[in-house]
Nanobody
């Protein structure tokens, strides 16, 4: 019932910035907690940032102070502002619920940080 489509990825140099968007369509029950996940080469998918219905945020230590998650519920869009990007941030980025719905994973958007 829920479709999530990520966009905004690309190639960026270390220290650069990028803003990712996640557009939701279909049925959303209430205002669920959402998160951004990433999966780097040969790595497990991990939650890097989350935001609940009240706007409270949580970040993985690896991105703390560099990434900012936000949401626009009226537009049904989740954002991830990424600053001071590092090569280790290179990954496919996905959005999903805080408790992931396996059926809701989108295609992801690739972020590559390289000189």
């Amino acid at each position: 019932q829920v479709q999530l489509v990520e966009s905004g990825g690309g190639l960026v140099q270390p220290g650069g910035s990028l803003r990712l968007s996640c557009a939701a369509s279909g049925t959303l029950l209430g205002v669920p907690a959402m998160g951004w996940y990433r999966q780097g080469p040969g790595e497990q998918r991990e939650l890097v940032a989350g935001i609940n219905s009240s706007g409270r945020t949580k970040y993985d230590d690896s991105v703390m102070g560099r990434f900012t998650i936000s949401r626009d519920d009226a537009e049904r869009t989740l954002y991830l502002e990424m600053d001071s990007l590092k090569p280790e941030d290179t990954a496919a980025y996905y959005c999903n619920f805080w408790t992931p719905d396996d059926a809701a994973w989108g295609p992801g958007t690739q972020v590559t940080v390289s000189s």
